[in-house]
């Protein structure tokens, strides 16, 4: 019984980190002309900030593609760059601003060729 309550506080903890950690990205990233990945409207131009989660190399259609996961604190979107390889600097963990349309595709919206910019 001990050993559930031990768990369920480590998880608790995990998730009251991950709130805060989500917080302050939202804090780091807001600025203005700057839209919040969750509140972004698809098929318009945005510029969104935020930190590189994953970064792989996925081809699609026989080309290859960059492809990134951005995370905000506010949600997730999936970047790629089609014909790319590698991109320097681009690497999880990497904080970026990006510009372009936000698309759908299956069950996730994707931003493809966006301008970028390293922060």
């Known amino acids: 019984m001990a050993t559930k309550s031990r768990l369920r506080r480590t998880i608790s903890k995990w ?25 972004a409207p698809d098929r318009e131009p945005v510029r969104l900030r935020g930190t590189l989660r994953t970064v792989t190399l996925r081809p699609r259609g026989g080309v290859p593609a960059l492809e990134a996961e951005l995370y905000d604190g506010t949600g997730t979107i999936t970047v790629i760059w089609l014909g790319r390889r590698r991109i320097a600097g681009i ?25 970028y910019e390293l922060l």
Not at 17 to 32: I, Q, S, V
Not at 91 to 115: F, Q, T, W
């Open 15 to 39: 998730a009251n980190n991950a709130e805060a950690d989500a917080r302050e990205l939202r804090k780091t990233f807001t600025r203005e002309g700057v839209v919040s990945i969750a509140e």
């Open 91 to 115: 690497g999880p963990g990497r904080a970026i601003e990006v510009s372009g349309r936000i698309g759908l595709h299956e069950d996730g919206r994707i931003l493809y060729n966006p301008r």
